[in-house]
C-alpha cells in the first residue's frame, strides 16, 4: 500500500464459505468517525440504500462494509474456538485494516470505526458460516474498464524489463503489486483481469435477468474475446444500410454500455442465492427512464436471493424502488397490472433498509406499505427547482402581459 504500513490480513479472495446460508442475518453497524460520518447506525438488509448529498460519507461507508465481510471469513478461519471477547477482537481487526481500505495513513482516518452491534451474537455468525461471496461495483468502474489492459500490459513490460536488466525483481515487484487505489478499486481491476478464468455459475434466474440488462438497459450484447481477453459489445440495432452492426471494443461504446458491464458480467457469470452485491452509483451515465429499469432489475435480484446494496443520488431510482414497495399492499394490486409491474418486482417493506447522509450523520429513513419510503432530501430540491421555474415563467408571462 502506498501508506506504506505492513498489512496484517492478505485476503486473497472475496469467496465465502459454502455452507452459508442463503438467507443472511440482518446485521447493524455503527459507524463513527469516519470520514464524513460522525455517528451513525445501519442494519444491512436484502435490499440497503444509502443516498444523500455528495460528499457525506456514502462511499466509506459501503467500502467499510466491503471491508467487513471480506475479512470475516478470513479471521473466522483463525479462530481454533469462540473465545468470550471475541466480538471486540473482531472490532479492533477491522478498525485496524481500515487504513488499507481506503489506502490512506491511519493518521487520516484519526478515531475512526466500523463496527458491528454488540447486540449481535458473534460466535454464532461465525458458527453459522455466513461467510458471503461479495462483488462490488465502484462508481470509477468506466474508468477502469478503459485502462486496466493498459495497466496490465505495463506491469508485464516492466517485470520482462528488469530480468533482461538485472533490476532486484523483489523490489520491483513489491511496488508493482502494491496497489494505488484504495482496496475495493484495486480489486475490482484484478476481477478485471480475471474475466477468462470465472467459470459460469450457470443459474437460470440470473441469466434471464442477465438478458434483461443486455435488452433492456445496454440495447446489445457483450463479449469477451477469448484470444486477446478484451471486452467487445455488439449492438442490437441495425445500421441504415439493413447490414447487422459489427463488434466493437468497450472503449469505443456508450459511456451507459460500459457502466453496465459488470452488472450483466456478473449476472451472467457469478450471482447466487445469498451473494452480495455492491453498486456505488448504478444510475451512472443512465437516462431516468433506464434508471427506473435498473430499479425494477435490482428488485428482482433481491427477490432472487442476492443481497443488494447500493449507494445513489438518483431520485428516478429511489422513487421507482418506492412504487415497488407501495405496490406490495394488499389495495394496491390492481395497479400492478394497469403499469404492467410483474411479481418477482414487488419489494416487501421488510426487506429495504434506507438511510440518509447528512450533517454528518446516517439516519434511517421511514419505510412503510403505505408511504413507500420517505426520501425529503430529494423531494426538498424539487420543490425548490419547481418553485424557482414557476417564479421565473409567470413573471415573465407577467412581464409580457404589462407590455
Known sequence: MGNGNNRQFHPATFRGDTKMDTQLTPLTFEVKNLGSVKYGQFTHKPLTIFYGENNTGKTWTIYALYTFYKLLPIIAATLEEIPEDTVESWRSSVNEYLPYTFNVSRALLGTAEFNLSPDHDFGRLIAEGQFPDIFL????????HLFYRELRRRRTGLLHRASREGIDLEDLLRDVVDSRYAEPIADYIDWLNRLSEIEPAGQPTFHSLAERVKRYLAGGAYRIDPRTDSIQFRPYRTREDTRSTRRI???ATSSAVKSLFALWFYLESQALPGNILMIDEPELNLHPSSQRTIARLLARLVNAGVHVVISTHSDYIVREFNSLIMLNHEDAFRFRRKYRYHDDEILDPELVGTYVFKDQTIEPSDIT??????ADTFDDV???INAVNNDIYYGIQERRDDQ
Do not use: C, F, K
Not at 137 to 144: I, T
Not at 369 to 374: L, S, T, Y
Open 137 to 144: 461495483m465502484p462508481a470509477e468502474r468506466n474508468g477502469l
Open 249 to 251: 471494443p468497450l472503449h
Open 369 to 374: 406499505a403505505h408511504d413507500g419510503i420517505r
Open 382 to 384: 424539487i420543490e425548490q
